[in-house]
């Protein structure tokens, strides 16, 4: 009996390191986690999403980076938006970010 549930134990360990990765939207390459929406929505439409995908920035740069093209390119105003675009951002594409696991999906989080 014991062994079971090692096994098991075993199994689902290896089920999660599987499968840590994020998955990524076929068409724009942008992580897909909250947010996710918001940022194809507003920031895709000017310039492809790679310009996002190839950048790591800190919250400050790419609030920065958002308050520069709102000046000068045109952009919109976030407005309610703003937190989660800039949440999203931080989360997937900030320097720290490269060398880290991805966090598990929220499915396999426990509830
Ligand atoms: C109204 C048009 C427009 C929209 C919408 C837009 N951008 Fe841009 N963005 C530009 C232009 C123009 C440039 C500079 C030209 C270029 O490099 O292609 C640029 C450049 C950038 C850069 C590179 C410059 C830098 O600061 O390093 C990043 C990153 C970026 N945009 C991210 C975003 C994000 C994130 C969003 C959504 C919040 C967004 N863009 C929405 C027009 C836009």
Request: proline share 14%; no cysteine.
């Given at each position: 009996m014991k062994k079971h549930v090692l096994l098991l134990g075993s199994l689902l360990s290896f089920a999660a390191v599987a499968v840590s990765d994020y998955e990524k939207d076929k068409i724009t390459g942008l992580v897909i986690d909250k947010g996710f929406e918001e940022v194809r929505a507003n920031c895709t439409v000017c310039h492809s999403a790679k310009i996002i995908t190839q950048n790591r920035m800190s919250y400050d740069s790419w609030l920065d980076s958002i308050r520069w093209m709102q000046e000068t390119q045109g952009l919109?105003?976030?407005?309610?938006?703003?937190?989660?675009?800039?949440?999203?951002?931080?989360?997937?594409?900030?320097?720290?970010?490269?060398?880290?696991?991805?966090?598990?999906?929220?499915?396999?989080?426990?509830?």
């Open positions: 919109w105003p976030l407005s309610v938006n703003e937190p989660i675009i800039l949440d999203y951002l931080t989360k997937h594409y900030s320097p720290e970010d490269t060398g880290r696991r991805a966090n598990l999906p929220s499915h396999l989080l426990p509830k």
